[in-house]
């Protein structure tokens, strides 16, 4: 895996999406305007962001929030570090960024195993099992990211070394999805919904799950600005009681989360229906870091390479804000 510090020095798209991502003015009523990033706009984990500006959980708290769909975990990391967002939704791994220097920090981790994550291969492929994928071209999003990390852990976990499938990094899962269709690669790392949704097209198969191979982890947090987290430690805490009711209100309302993901992610009702059931037993409830999963995390940036050694917890998230409490 390429070092993390390679993923935080394109300041040419720092520059682009700072003017990209201008700050929002607060409302008429005062609420506070608050920039949400998230790492892949199709992934239904991050639904709570859509959940909670509908359904008025964050003018709850106070707050106004608005959505930008980026390209990857690098990318987030690039938001913030331009003060472009004031909030990113990534994978677990990102964490290693704030070890590295980078000015963010994980304030709560809300996914466990990546059931969200998937193989899949085109529907007329020959690849049938896992032990196919070996030696071949699977994209993901960004070098450093969360799907690349999970190639690197499939590969490990066959058996063939982390190089024992070919990454390549296209960013959006639009790019990889047109890469897939004209058969210039043999696989895609990406959202299970995705795969369920190129299912139903008759496009794709989905060859295996990722849970299968990180059963314990954290696929998911919420990152904030070191400045932030210092300048207005109440922004946060109302975030997160916003985020974390809207998590509450999916698990308790399909009907209505089916109905948003159709519209917001552009799937059909089958498919909604379908992601909600496998997808909901992973979000988690109140933000907490799971130690063993940490452990797992740990472990992975130095087998990788991603650190040089194990760093302690302050360097990659902080637990001043949860559990974040009902």
């Known amino acids: 895996m390429k070092r993390v510090k390679d993923a935080l020095s394109g300041t040419v798209l720092v520059a682009a999406l700072a003017a990209a991502l201008g700050a929002v003015p ?3 009523a005062g609420a506070d305007a608050v920039r949400v990033g998230k790492a892949q706009g199709v992934v239904w984990a991050f639904l709570p962001v859509d959940i909670g500006i509908k359904h008025g959980f964050f003018a709850k708290e106070g707050i106004e929030a608005s959505i930008s769909n980026l390209a990857g975990d690098a990318k987030v990391q690039q938001a913030l ?17 704030a070890a590295k220097g980078a000015p963010a920090i994980a304030v ?5 195993a990546p059931r969200d994550l998937c193989v899949y291969v ?3 492929s020959p690849m049938r099992a896992v032990t196919d994928l070996k030696g071949k071209t699977v994209t993901v999003s960004t070098q450093g990211s969360l799907t690349d990390w999970m190639a690197i852990r499939l590969a490990m976990a066959e058996g063939w070394g982390k190089d024992g499938v070919r990454r390549l990094a296209l960013g959006a899962t639009e790019a990889r999805i047109a890469a897939l269709r004209a058969h210039q690669i043999d696989a895609d790392l990406d959202g299970t919904e995705v795969g369920f949704l190129l299912e139903q097209k008759g496009e794709a198969r989905i060859l295996v799950g990722m849970d299968k191979f990180v059963p ?3 696929t998911h947090v919420v990152f904030a600005r070191n ?12 975030f997160l009681k916003g985020f974390f009711d809207s998590i509450a209100f999916m698990k ?3 009907d209505e989360t089916d109905a948003l993901a159709e519209s917001a992610l552009n799937e059909t009702p089958e498919v909604a229906s379908k992601i909600y059931d496998y997808e909901i037993p992973m979000l988690l409830a109140d933000g907490t870091f799971d130690p063993k999963a940490i452990g797992v995390l740990k472990q992975s940036f130095v087998e990788m390479g991603t650190l040089d050694k194990t ?3 302050s360097q990659l998230f902080t637990t001043e804000f949860v559990p974040v409490k009902p």
């Open 108 to 112: 709560a981790a809300f996914a466990g």
């Open 216 to 218: 314990d982890f954290i």
């Open 122 to 124: 085109a529907s007329d």
């Open 311 to 313: 760093p302690a917890d």
């Open 26 to 28: 607060t409302d008429a």
């Open 252 to 254: 308790a309302h399909k």
């Open 227 to 238: 400045e932030l987290v210092q300048r207005n430690p109440d922004l946060v805490r109302r």
């Open 81 to 97: 570090a331009a003060d472009s967002i004031d909030f990113g939704l990534g994978g677990g791994p990102g964490m290693a960024f």
